[in-house]
């Protein structure tokens, strides 16, 4: 198995593990009229890359969503980092 | 073309096979074609082969990075079938299947399309009236399909688990008479064949690199072996198709995983249909050459390593043994995995891309082998005539814009 890091919990076997999204993705302001085209871009069009991702991801066991840098080639995690704000 | 014979098998066997003659050209590619296809998997040739002979457009060039039928068209399970729910899939799956029907005749190559058969199995009482609405669904769509009590599975697939302590105990089954499997390169190398004697360059080694545009409109390719021009490209690349968007400029409603599969030892005969568990979300079926071939579900993570992994292998090797207690004893022989493309919907995307002059035919994701007469098919009339089939018409990608989404994952769970 593959071990990824939690930067709450540390190094953690991948199946506890679960991906969430693709880092960077702004939500359409709903109080406002959203375009059909805005909205599927939003919830359907993703970047999808080879190699370098940056994505959101959660632990499962402390249920803590975080970013995760990862090779979608060769798996190779390359950092996580905290998604709650710096005190 | 030499043509393909019982009796040329038979005077070969006497002359010692010296009069084969290769079975498609290896050429150069050439500056400007009417038409380039990249990617050189089954929906890529399929399509290469319809526009030649529907349509009657030979100037035409499959591109591909790697060798034919190297992608998912050579690494499938190659369960064909067309049992799904929404009148729109089944629709356009069974056309795939009767094309299949005629296929070695029409190609004049054997695909070894053999129509065993392939049956769901429902492990309780609620899967039970969940296999009963499928069955109703199926006839509605026109599919053939059959619902089979406990007592007639087992006579059929004596090899399932019966055993009184059985962690997912069968109730019965919805199945697919029809349904059954194919040579997954045959059925590459006779699209291949039947294109190539068509007048369509087959070019292998040949990745694309970009696309070359002008004012908005797609006029060629830039690839390993040089720049190429056409007005019309279409592309089948499956997993890479983000890949090729990103080339474009724009972005698709995929994701890509890897997708594993398995084979055992040859043994001998044990089983003569296509059986899928969903309690397990494991499939099965025997190859002619005895191995045991089967797979689960999608890997967990988007990824474009091509190759198998642990976690896999564990929870599909496990189902395994747990559906059919025999196979525990039997060897493994191979373990691997492809790339496949996964829409919101688990339903293709064909259709025009945005970008005028390029053309999709993605999205099979995990099911798309037995969908290749099909997606080649549409995607041939498409550029040809600028104008949808009827049968492909709803898997346009607008439908992601309107909302029009095909959702087989949730309607059909499962199932390759
Ligand atoms: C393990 C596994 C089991 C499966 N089981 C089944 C099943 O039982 N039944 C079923 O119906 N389906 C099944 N599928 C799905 C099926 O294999 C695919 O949907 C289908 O083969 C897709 O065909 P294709 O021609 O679109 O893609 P591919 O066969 O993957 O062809 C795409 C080609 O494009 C080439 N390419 C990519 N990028 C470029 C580029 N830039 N330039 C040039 N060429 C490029 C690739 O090298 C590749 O050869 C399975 C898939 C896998 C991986
Ligand atoms: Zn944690």
Redesign the interface.
């Known amino acids: ?2 071990i990824f890091p939690c930067p709450f919990c540390g190094p953690r076997d ?2 506890e593990f ?2 969430a999204g693709e880092a960077g993705k702004t939500r359409p302001d709903t109080t406002g009229e959203v375009s ?2 805005d909205w ?2 939003y ?9 370098r ?1 940056r ?1 959101v991801w959660v632990h499962t066991p402390c249920a803590e969503m975080f970013i995760m840098e990862r090779n ?4 190779e995690v390359l950092g996580t980092e905290c998604l709650r704000a710096k005190s | 073309m030499s043509h393909y014979s019982a009796f040329r098998l038979f005077r070969e066997g006497l002359r010692g096979q010296k009069g084969w003659t290769p079975a498609w050209r290896m050429p150069a590619p050439k500056p400007e074609y009417d038409v380039i296809i990249i990617g050189g998997g089954g929906h890529g040739l399929a399509t290469a082969y319809y526009l030649a002979k529907q349509h009657g457009i030979k100037r035409v060039a499959v591109l591909e990075k790697g060798w034919l039928g190297g992608g998912n068209t050579g690494r499938n399970t190659t369960a064909i079938r067309s049992n799904y729910f929404y009148p729109e899939s089944a629709a356009l799956y069974d056309f795939s299947v009767r094309l299949y029907e005629g296929l070695s005749r029409d190609l004049n190559y054997n695909v070894m399309f053999s129509q065993r058969g392939m049956m769901v199995t429902a492990h309780s009482e609620h899967d039970l009236e969940m296999a009963t609405r499928q069955y109703n669904a199926m006839r509605i769509n026109g599919i053939d399909a059959e619902m089979l009590t406990a007592a007639e599975v087992r006579a059929r697939v004596p090899l399932l688990n019966f055993r009184a302590d059985a962690r997912h105990p069968i109730h019965g089954a919805v199945s697919q008479p029809r349904g059954g499997t194919g040579r997954h390169d045959a059925v590459a190398w006779g699209y291949a064949r039947g294109a190539d004697t068509r007048g369509v360059d087959i070019i292998q080694n040949c990745e694309v690199l970009g696309i070359q545009k002008e004012a908005g409109r797609a006029t060629g390719v830039t690839t390993t072996r040089g720049d190429i021009r056409a007005d019309r490209i279409g592309a089948t690349v499956a997993g ?1 198709s ?2 090729l968007a ?1 080339l474009a400029g724009f ?6 995983y890897a997708l594993q599969a398995f084979v055992s030892e040859p043994i001998k005969p044990i089983l003569d249909t296509v059986v899928l568990c969903p309690a397990f979300g494991t499939y099965v079926s025997q190859s002619d050459k005895g191995g045991i071939v089967f797979g689960g579900g999608l890997d ?6 091509q190759r198998g ?3 896999v292998q564990e929870d599909v090797v496990g189902a395994l043994v747990e559906m059919m207690p025999a196979l525990a004893k039997v060897k493994l022989l191979r373990h691997w995995g492809g790339i496949v493309d996964v829409t ?1 919907d688990s339903s293709p995307i064909i259709g025009p891309s945005g970008v005028e002059g390029l053309y999709l035919n993605c999205g099979w994701g995990t099911g798309g082998f037995k969908a290749i007469p099909a997606g080649g098919y549409m995607l041939a009339h498409l550029m040809a005539t600028g104008q949808h089939h009827d049968l492909s018409r709803p898997f346009d990608l607008d439908r ?4 029009r989404l095909i959702d087989e994952s949730a309607a059909s769970g499962i199932a390759h």
């Not at chain 1, 919830?43 to 190699?51: A, D, T």
């Not at chain 2, 992601?400 to 909302?403: D, N, S």
């Open positions: 198995m593959q991948e199946r679960h991906f059909p085209d599927a871009t919830l359907h069009m993703h970047r999808n890359e080879k190699g991702t994505e979608s080639v060769t798996m | 890479h983000s890949v990103e972005k698709l409603p995929i994701h890509s967990r993570i988007p990824s474009y390593g992994n642990m976690p919101p992601f814009t309107t909302g």
